[in-house]
């Protein structure tokens, strides 16, 4: 098995929020370190989950739940010890704003599956209808969320400012998904890390970002086919 660290681009924008909080805000250094610290052993864990064949797709998205949305959670959990308390609302799971979050998601769905349906057809990506993976792919979909924007956007936000928490949750968003470098795919990988960061940076809730990026999942991998077929 080759020894590949797949993700390790994501890691290259959080060099702006820690030289920001080394320079101006050194009381947020400690968690923006620890952010960047879960993020490198993320990079080194997932290597051996994406380089196997034998995972089912349950245990995929078990380890890959447990990387992106516990073990940061537990990271940050351990720096805050016995000082101030780590609540879900501060990645944008809440009920406030929920509302806003899911009706953005509607306003914006349009455009997300309009860039969608045309890189796939100019793409010439047909694939089977498959309900069931796509129904997955959706529920999936929250781990990502989770972490570039509950973490790399809302709470990032909270420590630095909207320019950086911005970028940061963009760049590292695009950055994870090598293997759309130089392909047309990096396009949607762009409008939808926009789209998320606007819903969440609007609402300040994190439900209509994941909606969306579940929708337009399920939308490849269920719907997109079964319209070509029609």
């Known amino acids: 098995m080759e020894f590949n660290l797949f ?3 994501m890691l290259v924008p959080m060099i702006i ?4 909080c080394f320079k101006y805000k050194k009381e947020s250094l400690a968690e923006i370190g620890t952010i960047t610290t879960s993020m490198f052993l993320i990079v080194i864990l ?3 989950l994406q380089s196997s064949n034998f995972l089912s797709t349950q245990t995929y998205i ?5 990387l992106f949305v516990i073990f940061p959670l537990l990271c940050l ?4 010890r016995n000082r101030s308390s780590l609540k879900l609302g501060q990645f944008g799971i809440k009920k406030e704003g929920t509302k806003k979050s899911i009706w953005l998601c509607i306003l914006f769905m349009p455009i997300m599956l309009a860039v969608t349906f045309v890189i796939q057809y100019v793409n010439g990506v047909f694939l089977d209808v498959d309900l069931l993976t796509g129904a997955i792919s959706f529920f999936e979909a929250f781990t990502e969320e989770f972490f570039f924007r509950g973490i790399l956007f809302i709470f990032l936000l909270n420590r630095t400012n909207l320019k950086i928490a911005y970028f940061t949750s963009l760049a590292s968003f695009v950055l994870v998904h090598p293997q759309h470098f130089a392909t047309i795919f ?5 409008v939808q890390g926009i789209l998320t960061i606007e819903i969440c940076r609007r609402s ?5 970002a994941w909606l ?6 399920f939308f490849i991998i269920a719907l997109f086919p079964f319209l070509l077929l029609s």
Do not use: E
């Open 186 to 190: 990096i396009i949607g990988t762009i």
């Open 46 to 48: 997932y290597w051996p």
């Open 7 to 9: 993700l390790w681009p």
């Open 62 to 66: 078990a380890v890959k739940f447990l």
């Open 17 to 20: 929020p820690l030289f920001y």
């Open 204 to 208: 300040d809730n994190l439900i209509g």
């Open 212 to 217: 969306l990026h579940g929708i337009n999942r």
């Open 77 to 80: 959990s351990i720096l805050k």
